[in-house]
Every structure is written in structure tokens, then in C-alpha cells.
Nanobody, 120 residues
Framework: QVQLVESGGGLVQAGGSLRLSCAASGRTFSVYAMGWFRQAPGKERALVAGINWRDGTTYYADSVKGRFTISRDNAKSTVLLQMNSLKPEDTAVYYC?????????????WGRGTQVTVSS
């Protein structure tokens, strides 16, 4: 099992920045990739950014390219999501997730989520 705990959400004005952090514990050696998903009210959960735990390859949804940056600290088993130039449409619950298979091959473990609210 892998446990994931998110932190760093909150309320910010449009154009502002937030940094989300996700700490992984447990069987982290089994993790192949980690990602940040988000779910807004009435919408499906979607992958925002992902990172290959071993070689650092990254993925970004088109809606966040150029504004969000995902990074990892292998020694601390932590993944970060730096969010800049935030827009009201970025408002959602953000979830950290870990995959034992690959960036786009399904995610096996989930955090409880952290709320991000961007005011206009």
C-alpha cells in the first residue's frame, strides 16, 4: 500500500500562485508515476499533470501548460505542483495519485484531496 497526503490548497485571487505538495509513504518503491488530478463540481476528475518517478518525464493537460509545473523529490518521496497565473476555472479539488504502471496506465492510490479556489 501507498499512502498519499496532500497539502497547500487554499483561496487565491486570479493571477496568483499556489504550490501543492504530496507526501508518499509506505511501499513507495512500487510507484512508477505520480500525478495531480482535479475535479470541479459537476465535472469528471481529470489528470492535470503527471511525472515519471524514475526518469522525470512529465505530462501536462493543455489547459495548464505554461502555468503549472510538476516536480519530484525522490529522497523525500514528495511531488509538488507549482501553479502560477491561476484562473477561476482552475477552481477544483486537487487529488494526488500514484501509479504502479505508468503515467497514463491507471492510478492505484489516491490522496483525500485539497481544495483550490481561485476568485475573480
Amino acid at each position: 500500500q501507498v499512502q498519499l497526503v496532500e497539502s497547500g490548497g487554499g483561496l487565491v485571487q486570479a493571477g496568483g500562485s499556489l504550490r501543492l505538495s504530496c507526501a508518499a509513504s509506505g511501499r513507495t518503491f512500487s510507484v512508477y508515476a505520480m500525478g495531480w488530478f482535479r475535479q470541479a463540481p459537476g465535472k469528471e476528475r481529470a489528470l492535470v499533470a503527471g511525472i515519471n518517478w524514475r526518469d522525470g518525464t512529465t505530462y501536462y493537460a493543455d489547459s495548464v501548460k505554461g502555468r503549472f509545473t510538476i516536480s519530484r523529490d525522490n529522497a523525500k518521496s514528495t511531488v509538488l505542483l507549482q501553479m502560477n497565473s491561476l484562473k477561476p476555472e482552475d477552481t477544483a479539488v486537487y487529488y494526488c495519485a500514484a501509479s504502479t504502471r505508468g503515467l497514463s496506465l491507471g492510478y492505484d492510490y489516491w490522496g483525500r484531496g485539497t481544495q483550490v479556489t481561485v476568485s475573480s
